[in-house]
């Protein structure tokens, strides 16, 4: 591991476990559109962003397209520097 930081957006989402080398969804979901949230929680294995993608593309359809958008603006990163601390502070939140 360098100290660079190159992780996909999918860490806005996921949190990796390397003891179960399971990555688990912190996506927040309700049953209704009232109702009070929990955590999906769903386990998947490795840590892959390739195949984590996958996860919120069939079961989180919004939080699916903000990571997309957060994809496209990374590879355009220049562009948009309130967007990138934006990520920065919410990637922080999470540890
Ligand atoms: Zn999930």
Do not use: I
Not at 5 to 34: I, L, Q
């Amino acid at each position: 591991m360098s100290g660079r930081k190159t992780e996909s957006p999918v860490w806005s989402y996921f949190a990796y476990d390397p003891s179960t080398d399971k990555s688990r969804c912190s996506v927040a979901v309700s049953n209704d559109d009232e109702g009070p949230t929990h955590e999906c929680g769903a386990l998947l294995n490795g840590k892959n962003a390739t195949n984590l993608r996958n996860h919120p593309r069939y079961k989180h359809r919004s939080e699916y397209d903000e990571l997309v958008t957060l994809e496209q603006k990374r590879t355009e990163q220049k562009e948009e520097p309130w967007r990138q601390s934006q990520l920065n502070v919410k990637v922080c939140s999470t540890y």
